[in-house]
């Protein structure tokens, strides 16, 4: 008998651990900073003096968007790719930034606990040498979906 494996259908790949597609990076900064900020409910943070320190996440909104992100309610956004965040033209302009970046970098509290996230934006297909395809989107899905199906593979 022949062994025969198949693809999940519309189903994208992930990203290796510490990594973004740099597709997905871009096609969230083409759909603009406000479609982003649907996706996070955002409040000033102020310090014990009453110093402006960051914005703090009230909520987190898409369905899987923020699954593989080590961001939750509470914690205090201080600076994304070493710069502060305290005007809507900082915002847009990290934003707008990430088209060139070859990382992102957010440096937050969590309660008191000053952390950081790193993450490497690559191009899908890079790292495990499967072709690169173009990204599109099905009409009723948010997700983005691969134009091409990876080979069937036998494994021993």
């Known amino acids: 008998p022949k062994a025969t494996a198949q693809a999940a259908p519309a189903k994208e790949a992930k990203p290796p651990k510490g990594a973004l597609w740099r597709e997905s ?3 969230t900064v083409d ?9 996070v409910d955002l409040a000033p943070s102020f310090d014990a003096s009453g110093r402006f320190q960051g914005f703090r996440i009230v909520e987190l909104y898409g369905d899987g968007f923020w699954d593989d992100v ?4 509470g914690d205090v956004v201080l600076r994304v790719n070493g ?19 070859e990382k992102l970098e957010v440096q937050y509290l969590r309660r008191g606990e000053r952390r950081s996230l790193s993450y ?14 173009p990204v599109t989107r099905d009409a009723g899905s948010k997700q983005p979906t691969t134009g091409a199906k ?3 593979t036998q494994h021993s």
């Open 150 to 152: 990876a080979p069937a």
């Open 83 to 101: 710069k502060p965040i305290e005007r809507e033209n900082q915002a847009f302009e990290v934003f707008q930034g990430l088209k060139q970046a």
């Open 25 to 27: 990076v871009d096609e």
């Open 31 to 39: 759909q603009g900073l406000g479609y982003f900020l649907q996706r």
């Open 70 to 73: 080590d961001l939750r309610p």
């Open 120 to 133: 490497r934006i690559i191009p899908r297909g890079s790292v495990d040498g499967t072709p690169k395809a």
